[in-house]
């Protein structure tokens, strides 16, 4: 293989990695995996993006990922990150570094493979975590944008607002009611692309400002908050943040005395307008959760103290790193118990109840 294709591959790897390093939005694509019962099959214009999407990614997966297995979704990673950002751009433009979308050599694991069903869908169960899974989940039109934002402060409100603005352009916000819709029936309400932002962890400036622009923007934002944040004494949060992996920015830590994380009362405002629910409790890894007390604590608990703030259910989770259904069973049926019907995750979402 020549050096174009990954030179190319890595190009968009890079761009996306350094708007990271910038603070930005994290274009990502992510795929509707139904883990219960039926996968829709939408038609029409959403299935012919979701074509060109796939034959993205199957030139990403021949360049970064030759040696990879279907299964590993370390690579199944990395290709729906560079796919993402080639799809996106930067706001308001493409990406530039583009890529040649191609038609997949009958050699690679674009075919059904041993984890997928008959006609190259997935199999129940853990067949799904495959990349052929993702692929196929895409090329149907089983997929949705999303942007993922974590710190929001006061000094890059004008850069979020312009950032958004260029989205709601290009993309169709949707809510909890069109996604639930489009479980239930396997169509979406319009073939214009869908989109999602997503704020992690609870931030206070998620409140003070991620929420007012959405608004301003006619947009639905979703918040996915860690409650043990919310809950933490203000003079704890800083401690709090620096022992569970919530970054900070220096522009807040210069005030001192004023919070970190949202209140409770800013939780039960912005689910006026937006969908809102639990990160974990403490920002915790799916390996983090082990006994009876973890499980109440990081679960459980959140989602209780969540719905009576809220008068309504919390209806998704996430979990730190993004781990997906079907990783372990244990977990997964904890979710299920506590009455969560969707589980975000890096490359997909599940509905899982």
């Known amino acids: 293989m020549n050096g174009a294709p990954i030179e190319q591959a890595l190009a968009l790897l890079r761009e ?13 694509i992510l795929a509707l995996v139904n883990e219960v ?55 308001g433009g493409e990406a530039s570094v583009p890529l040649p ?28 975590l495959t990349y052929t899974a993702h692929r196929n989940a895409i090329g149907d039109g089983r997929f949705v944008r999303v942007v993922n934002y974590h710190n929001t402060p006061q000094s890059g409100r004008e850069a979020l607002r312009t950032e958004l603005s260029a989205y ?55 918040f996915m908050v860690c409650t043990g944040f919310v809950d933490c004494p203000v003079e704890e949060q800083e401690a709090f943040a620096r022992a569970h992996w919530i970054g900070l920015v220096p522009e807040e830590l210069e005030r001192p005395g004023e919070r970190l994380a949202m209140t409770w009362e800013d939780v039960a405002r ?34 209780r103290a969540m719905d009576a703030v809220t008068g309504r259910s919390a209806p998704a989770f996430a979990w730190l790193h993004g781990t997906q259904w079907g990783m372990s069973e244990r977990h997964d049926r904890a979710l299920q118990q506590a009455g969560y019907h969707y589980q975000l995750c890096n490359t997909m979402i599940h509905r899982i109840g």
């Open 16 to 28: 996306c990695q350094d708007r990271a390093l910038e603070r930005e939005g994290i274009p990502m």
């Open 101 to 128: 979308r191609q038609a997949p050599s009958p050699a690679e694991p674009t075919r059904p493979t041993e984890a997928s069903g008959a006609a190259g869908h997935p199999a129940p169960g853990h067949g799904r």
């Open 270 to 303: 912005l689910a006026e307008h937006h969908v809102v629910s639990p990160h974990t409790a403490s920002h915790d890894g799916i390996a983090d959760v082990a006994t009876d007390e973890d499980f109440e604590r990081e679960i459980f608990e959140p989602k």
């Open 168 to 222: 709601v352009r290009r993309f169709r916000p949707i809510g909890l009611e069109e996604l639930d819709e489009f479980f239930a029936t396997g169509c979406w309400r319009s073939d214009q692309p869908g989109f999602l932002p997503v704020f992690y962890e609870g931030y206070r400036n998620s409140a003070d400002v991620a929420g007012p622009v959405c608004e301003e923007l006619g947009l639905t934002g979703w």
């Open 37 to 91: 019962g039926e996968e829709p099959h939408p038609a029409g214009a959403t299935r012919t993006q979701g074509a060109g999407i796939a034959a993205t990614m199957d030139s990403l997966w021949q360049a970064l990922a030759r040696r990879g297995r279907d299964g590993d979704m370390g690579r199944v990673f990395t290709v729906l990150q560079a796919a993402s950002y080639a799809d996106f751009g930067h706001p």
